[in-house]
Nanobody
């Protein structure tokens, strides 16, 4: 079973930036299209960015977030710029079919 570990979250002011990382155990990471998800308090988990043969983003983060991956290191990244309070959530990674068990996530809080 692949284990997912997210990191890089924190408290940032509106307009700030953060870079999240997702580390996956195992050597099959490169076989899958991967996604970044987030869950805000009281809301359902949503998919915000996907990386496979290309990349795609939910409308609310387009132009501000960039997803990338390093298959040699079994790692995926989410560079976030121009952060807004509504980006506050716990961020998770998984395949786009949510194939693996969820990690603990990493908290992103955007507040002045």
């Amino acid at each position: 079973q692949v284990q997912l570990v997210e990191s890089g979250g924190g408290l940032v002011q509106p307009g700030g930036s953060l870079r999240l990382s997702c580390a996956a155990s195992g050597s099959i990471f490169s076989h899958y299209a991967m996604g970044w998800y987030r869950q805000a308090p009281g809301k359902q988990r949503e998919l915000v960015a996907v990386i496979g043969s290309g990349t795609s983003y939910t409308e609310s983060v387009k132009g501000r977030f960039t997803v990338s991956r390093d298959n040699a290191k079994n790692t995926m990244f989410l560079q976030m710029h121009s952060l807004k309070p509504e980006d506050t959530a716990v961020y998770y990674c998984n395949t786009i079919t949510q194939r693996w068990d969820w990690g603990q996530g990493t908290q992103v809080t955007v507040s002045s």
